[in-house]
């Protein structure tokens, strides 16, 4: 049941990755200083979204 938890936090890392750099891009051709904030802080939530969902799987693979 981790695995499967782990696949899907994995899964929305990916999506949150793709939606942060969707925004980053238009942010900086738009050159909004706010939504660049916001694009960054997105991409910062979509890696540690990863980190846990590594860990989810690691600790999985080990118990």
Do not use: P, Y
Not at 37 to 44: E, M, Q, T
Request: aromatic residues 4%; without cysteine; charged residues 20%.
């Amino acid at each position: 049941m981790k695995k499967t938890r782990g696949v899907f936090g994995l899964l929305s890392a990916g999506a949150s990755a793709a939606s942060a750099f969707s925004s980053l891009k238009a942010a900086r051709g738009d050159k909004d200083k706010l939504a660049l904030a916001n694009a960054l802080g997105s991409a910062i939530v979509a890696i540690t979204g990863l980190a846990l969902a590594i860990r989810a799987m690691r600790k999985d693979g080990k118990a």
